[in-house]
């Protein structure tokens, strides 16, 4: 949940209008918001697009080229972008040393039966290094490549040892670390849907994938503008309703690089396949399960196949907490990102089982997922339906509410260039009396006493 850590810093203020010189109507201000904002966004969008669209023109290359060449010039395209890009020197060199240490330990270590857990340890170690070693903006301002590239070699240590696996060399996992598509901003992708990674077919089988990937790219720009513009023009005196915009701001902003990355995604020959996130479920939730679920399905895949799947065996509430905690110092040691990602574990913890529950004792579809093969009453009887879709009702609104206290802190204030404090985290729950938790502790205690 950094994005918006990334898009301040692509911003420049000097290149925004402030609203407070405008007194003219709302078109005009929509208008110079909207200037703005994609004045500083389309040099960084644009360059994305061309380097992904330059990846896909190799993959075509794949008759006359061995894939291995293929890999290593779609690696050395990633680096030539970041160089393009003037990221900063220190960044690139620890993000390559990084890369070459993990293959090469990939490679030694590879039938080391422990070698998987081993590398979420020293790959959550390495990105606490590098928070240590760099100032907290120049750290913020890389943190997701260093993430994703983290969760990439994660999975090759796991899968290291599978036979479509064995061939994976230095150059392939430098093409799949280091590909423009998926770097920059930061989308895992496995290793075997990168290797099936394709080039430019027939004009006739491009057509509709080309237009997925537009269309994925107007939603990208959409929810930029609803986060940055729409909202801004919400009225600033109700204290209610500005956490409501500065948390929504904030999943939009979200919204913006998922949906983005799902464009070139396919416009780098990874396949229409991938799905990055799902806003209507996000935004009007069943439960705070689907709202996990949702807001990163690629994340969400990597920690249930790779954290949660291998910690099941010990013990379910174990399993869920050591991966929420994994997934917060994947960011690197933030209090605020560690206090709402295990609060969201917590949260999901508390209404799964008060709805599992309740589920059993009114005989009714009211879990926190839909059920696959539902044996409840609903359905049977036109008051049984009515009850199970208020109820369902009810959950959506109280998850609204508790995004928007989860969302709250995230407000853009002076220090998210440097990473919010204990303090400013906690100051927003306490002005709300810290009910989102209250909530959920009641829902835990009434799952066993119900």
Known sequence: MSENSYLDEWYDE???YSMEHYSTDTLTTLKYCTTGVFESLWPLLSS???FTFLQRILLSFDSYLSRKIIDFLIGTLGITFLIYRNVNYSTIAASVIYF???AALIRIFRTYKYLGPAFILYSLAAICFCQ???DSSLFLSFRGSI?????KMISLSFDIHRTEFEDAGFFEM???CFNPATYFFGLFT???KYKKAKGFGAPKDEIRPLLFAAGYFVASCASVFYGDCLLSLLPEKHVRLNEFREAQSFRFGHYFVQYFLWSTAILGGLGGHLQTVNALKIEFPRSMEEIVAYWNIPMHEFLHRYVYSHTRSINQPFAIGITFLTSALMHGVNFQIAAVLISLGLFGIAENAFRRRLAHRLNLCVKSRDCVHCSHRTGNSKAAT???RCINFVFTISNIILLIYLGMPFDNDETAQIGYSMQHTLGHWKKWYFIGHLYSLFLLLASFVF
Do not use: H, P
Request: proline share 0%; aromatic share 20%.
């Open 14 to 16: 000097d290149d925004f």
């Open 48 to 50: 994305i697009i061309i």
């Open 190 to 192: 496995s290793f075997e």
């Open 100 to 102: 070459i240490l993990s």
């Open 132 to 134: 240590l070693l760099f």
């Open 386 to 388: 009515v009850i199970t």
């Open 147 to 151: 993430m994703i590239m983290a969760m």
């Open 174 to 176: 430098f093409g799949y």
